[in-house]
């Protein structure tokens, strides 16, 4: 999700504006009822799909005490975006958007309406920005780039983005680490009601597999730029970024009788402390399983970590996990975040 620098200044800003007014409590509560969302204004957190160059319109309406005239905000407004007041009681507003290209991507919009001494419950609405209006997206492999989130609670996977769907997983919102979870974000759909919905690689069996969540169960979307490549036959690990390799190491794998499984994973978490050694000085988890160790603590999940042997590297050594020297994994540190995809082959 796109943050603006200067958001969270604003909105205290309106929040510090409103209080100088008496018109909300000392924590941005409602100070008394009496303002109400009406007529042709969305539901909370409804979506909506926009194209580059095409305007989106968004109408609102709030009713207040009588004889009153509320105010309507937005928090804040997109760079080129207006609010074009029709009438004043009951209050009726229209948001205008043209988004630019520079502006594609997802926008979570928050409006308020305020009147006297009374506010109206807040208002957030989605914006999903393309080149075109289109209500079925791709968030990953766009132009050398993917997104990730991190879950903020447990939430079942449904094999389609329906609430009716049958539920094919439920992640958690911790790792069996008890790190937070990160979701690779495959792409969205916003139904013709406007409820969104995220396609996420899950750390199932078998592996590849996907399933679609409610978007209100991530928070901060973030890109990344790297693909780390493991190559089985070469025993070769690189990393690219927008497709130039910046980092390359030798790397230890999966023996025969413990292959590491091939495909496309990525990143969902970083690991450090070991008390055994064997790890080296970091791990990197992925979502990737074995599909010959699924009694293993946690489900025999496929690692990328350093080793206190590295004399035996290259070779085919280990149970499934990919390792590689202690200085190379802390290497890929520095230039690797949660939520790169990883490509075994």
């Not at 160059?53 to 005239?69: D, F, H, Q, Y």
């Not at 760079?79 to 029709?86: I, K, N, T």
């Not at 080793?307 to 540190?333: F, K, Q, W, Y």
């Amino acid at each position: 999700m796109r943050a603006r620098a200067g958001q969270i200044g604003r909105r205290a800003a309106l929040v510090a504006a409103l209080l100088a007014c008496g018109l909300v409590g000392a924590h941005g509560a409602r100070a008394s009822d009496g303002v109400y969302w009406q007529g042709s204004t969305p539901e909370p957190l409804t979506a909506y799909a926009a194209g580059v160059g095409r305007e989106l319109a968004i109408r609102l309406e709030a009713s207040g005490p009588i004889g009153s005239s509320p105010q309507i905000f937005a928090e804040p407004l997109p760079p080129g975006a207006q609010l074009e007041r029709v009438s004043d009681a009951p209050a009726k507003v229209v948001f205008r958007w043209k988004p630019t290209a520079k502006q594609i991507g997802e926008w979570k919009l928050a409006f308020d309406a305020v009147a006297g001494q009374a506010t109206a419950p807040p208002l957030s609405v989605y914006v999903h920005v393309g080149r075109r209006a289109s209500r079925s997206f791709a968030l990953s492999s766009v132009a050398g780039r993917s997104q990730n989130a991190t879950l903020v609670r447990h939430v079942n996977v449904r094999a389609r983005p329906t609430n009716g769907s049958r539920i094919v997983f439920r992640l958690r919102a911790l790792t069996p680490e008890h790190v937070p979870h990160v979701v690779y974000l495959l792409g969205g759909k916003i139904d013709g009601r406007g409820r969104y919905w995220l396609r996420v690689s899950l750390p199932a069996l078998p592996n590849g597999s996907s399933g679609w969540i409610q978007r209100e169960a991530v928070e901060g979307f973030r890109w990344v730029d790297t693909h780390l490549v493991i190559d089985r036959a070469r025993l070769r690990a690189t990393l690219y970024r927008r497709g130039r390799p910046i980092f390359r190491s030798i790397v230890g794998v999966g023996q025969p009788r413990w292959p590491t499984p091939a495909g496309r994973f990525y990143v969902r978490e970083r690991l450090t402390g070991f008390t055994d050694p064997i790890y080296g000085s970091l791990a990197f988890g992925t979502n990737g399983r074995s599909a010959v160790l699924t009694d293993w603590p946690g489900g025999g999940f496929i690692g990328i970590h350093g080793t206190n042997h590295p004399e035996i590297l290259p070779g085919r050594v280990s149970h499934g996990c990919v390792r590689m020297p202690n200085a190379s994994i802390r290497r890929l540190d520095r230039l690797m975040r949660v939520g790169t995809p990883v490509t075994i082959r």
